[in-house]
């Protein structure tokens, strides 16, 4: 008789893997299909020949009706400045640079980029004009040539390797065995944070947008890398415009404005040296920044997420 429990036992097993990921599945969908959709207006243009001027314009946004996330968010960077956001963890940092990609669209006030609504203009030429370096990048697993050029396949070997070098991680990728053709993603050779950082930085020079947005990692990178990165952002920015969601005040300090947010608001604007001149929030953050990391809380902040 046990003998009959044992493959019964299994079946039931699987049975309820199997339905627990019909569940996973369906709940996907549910989930996909509650994401706000951002579509193109019928008459949205094409943008062309972008030179970067960015306005943010009263902008009030929310992901879910009943919890506000931004209010009256205001400012402008001008054709290749580089604007620096900064704040507790949960401020909506991230939640701006989302917004100028479009991931969401807004509640109140207005985005423009070169004096158009960007609900204006087509998302395809949209994204076309903005690069974006993600916390967090996404490796093929592929060789790590084949990553820096996947969105350009017409890239040849030199525009690759030079983007490389621009990026800070071409002696990295000279160094391994088999150089650009090494392996990387899951099944492959495991990157840094920073490494990976610099593979997003080549593959954005590589596009060769007019504005570049990049979201800082938040984990903590030694001081060597943090060198790198912050040498490869500098040519990166060059003659762009620059939206940096930092986490360490040290990559910043050169930003033509920084912005303080804290729950969902700008509290404090101005260069490094206007803003610990007035000894407000951002000044408290940089007499506080011990391990150059700023995601600390601040009282009364609610970490969410
Ligand atoms: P951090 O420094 O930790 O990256 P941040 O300042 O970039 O934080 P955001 O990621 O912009 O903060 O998040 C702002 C708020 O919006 C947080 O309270 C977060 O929980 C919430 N939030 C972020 N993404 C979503 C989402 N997809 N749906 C609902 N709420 C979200």
Same mark, same amino acid.
């Not at 004009?129 to 916390?135: S, T």
């Given at each position: ?28 969908? %549910?989930?996909?299909? /509650? $994401? ?6 019928? @008459?949205?243009?094409? &943008?062309?020949?972008?030179? *970067? ?64 609504d960007i609900r204006d203009m087509t998302q395809a030429s949209l994204r076309a004009a903005i690069g974006?370096?993600?916390q967090d990048t996404v490796l093929f697993n592929d060789t790590i040539g084949y990553n820096i050029a ?6 040849? %070997?030199?525009?690759? /390797? $030079? ?6 991680? @071409?002696?990295?990728? &000279?160094?391994?065995?088999? *150089? ?14 920073g490494e990976k950082q610099r593979v997003a930085i080549a593959r954005t020079l590589l596009k060769d ?79 506080? $920044? ?16």
């Amino acid at each position: 008789m046990s003998q009959l429990y044992r493959p019964l036992n299994i079946l039931g097993f699987a049975y309820r893997e199997i339905k627990q990921a019909l569940t996973d599945l369906e709940r996907m969908f %549910q989930l996909l299909e /509650e $994401q706000p959709e951002v579509v193109d207006a019928p @008459h949205a243009e094409m &943008a062309a020949n972008v030179t *970067g001027r960015i306005e943010f314009d009263q902008v009030d946004f929310h992901y879910d009706p009943d919890r506000e996330i931004l209010r009256a968010i205001s400012f402008t960077a001008e054709p290749g400045q580089t604007v620096a956001v900064v704040g507790p963890t949960g401020a909506g940092k991230s939640t701006l640079s989302r917004i100028l990609y479009r991931f969401y669209d807004i509640a109140a006030g207005a985005v423009r980029i070169d004096g158009t609504d960007i609900r204006d203009m087509t998302q395809a030429s949209l994204r076309a004009a903005i690069g974006m370096v993600p916390q967090d990048t996404v490796l093929f697993n592929d060789t790590i040539g084949y990553n820096i050029a996947y969105a350009h396949p017409d890239a040849s %070997q030199m525009q690759i /390797e $030079q983007a490389a070098r621009d990026a800070q991680i @071409h002696d990295f990728i &000279a160094d391994l065995p088999k *150089g650009y053709d090494t392996l990387v993603g899951e099944r492959g050779l495991k990157l840094s944070g920073g490494e990976k950082q610099r593979v997003a930085i080549a593959r954005t020079l590589l596009k060769d947008p007019a504005i570049l947005i990049l979201d800082e990692a938040t984990s903590a990178l030694d001081s060597a890398t943090e060198l790198d990165i912050q040498s490869a952002l500098g040519v990166a920015s060059r003659g762009r415009t620059t939206l940096v969601v930092a986490h360490r005040l040290s990559t910043i300090q050169d930003a033509d404005l920084i912005l303080v947010m804290e729950a969902g608001r700008i509290v404090e604007r101005g260069t490094h040296a206007d803003l610990l001149e007035r000894g407000g929030l951002y000044a408290d953050l940089w007499l506080r $920044q011990d391990t150059n990391d700023l995601d600390m809380e601040t009282p009364g902040t609610v970490v969410a997420d």
